[in-house]
């Protein structure tokens, strides 16, 4: 089974910067996309990042472009793993929340919550 372990959330002052790091065991095949969403307190879960493993293909949601990058780093000699990575920078309040790394089968790097069958425990990222 696939397993997401999420880590690198901490409390920052805005301008700030974070980088969470998601680690994915257990793939099997190709065909997988990663992304990352953020959910603040009480409200829905939204992606602000996604990535696809085999062909490196990315999207992210308006308000993080040019502020977050998304990225993968293969695990040696083994290609049930990965480490996701979700490099934050300009961090501002409206981006605090728990954040959840999350995996579908398919070779679209959606954003919406409902498209991923997959999920991380989430991390938790506060900026004041």
């Known amino acids: 089974d696939v397993q997401l372990v999420e880590s690198g959330g901490d409390s920052v002052q805005a301008g700030g910067s974070l980088r969470l790091s998601c680690e994915v065991s257990?793939?099997?095949?190709?065909?997988?996309?990663m992304g990352w969403f953020q959910q603040p307190p009480g409200e829905e879960r939204e992606g602000v990042a996604a990535?696809?493993?085999?062909?490196?293909?990315?999207?992210?949601?308006?308000?993080v472009k040019g502020r977050f990058t998304i990225s993968q780093d293969p695990a040696k000699n083994d290609n049930t793993k990965r480490t996701i990575y979700l490099q934050m920078s300009g961090l501002k309040p409206e981006d605090s929340g728990t954040y959840y790394c999350?995996?579908?089968?398919?070779?679209?790097?959606?954003?919406?919550?409902?498209?991923?069958?997959?999920w991380g425990q989430g991390t938790q990222v506060t900026v004041s």
């Open positions: 990535i696809c493993l085999s062909s490196g293909s990315t999207t992210y949601y308006d308000s």
């Open positions: 257990g793939l099997t095949g190709s065909g997988y996309c």
């Open positions: 999350a995996a579908r089968r398919g070779p679209v790097p959606y954003l919406k919550a409902a498209e991923y069958n997959l």
